[in-house]
C-alpha cells in the first residue's frame, strides 16, 4: 500500500484516523466544509480532497478535477513545509501566516477560529504519515 504523503492510500487511511478519533470528532463538530491539500516539488503536485463535515470526514481521497473548484480551503506547500507540519515542529497555523503554507483559497480568519480542528486534523494525518515512511 503506498501511504506517500498525500497519495490516495494515505488520504484513506487519514479518513480512518479521522473518524476512529475522538478528540477530532469533539475539536471539528463546528467545521463544516471541504479541504484540499496540495504538495508541491520538483515533479508537480500531489493532492488530496478532504471532505470534512462537524467532526466526521466523510471523504479522503487523492485529487480528482474539479476538486479545487468545489472544496472552500486550498492548501498549498512544498515538501519540506508539509513535513514540518506532519512531523510537529511547524504548527499549522504558523506554517500559513509565515508563508511556508500558502492558503490559495478559503479565508485564515476562519481557520485561525477553528485552529483545535486543526491541530486534531493534523495530529491524525501525522499518526499515518508515521506509519508510511
Known sequence: MDLSLFSDAWAKACQIELNASA???????????????????????????????????????????????????????????WSGVLGGSLDPLMALVMGKLKLAKGSLGTLAFHIRSARALVAAASRVQQRGV
Open 23 to 81: 478528540t477530532y470528532r469533539e475539536a471539528a463538530a463546528t467545521w463544516e466544509g471541504a479541504v484540499v491539500f496540495i504538495r508541491e516539488d520538483a515533479e508537480g503536485h500531489r493532492g488530496v480532497y478532504v471532505d470534512l463535515w462537524r467532526g466526521e470526514c466523510r471523504e479522503a481521497r487523492e485529487l480528482v478535477d474539479g476538486d479545487m473548484d468545489r472544496a472552500p480551503y486550498v492548501i498549498r506547500g512544498d515538501v519540506e513545509a
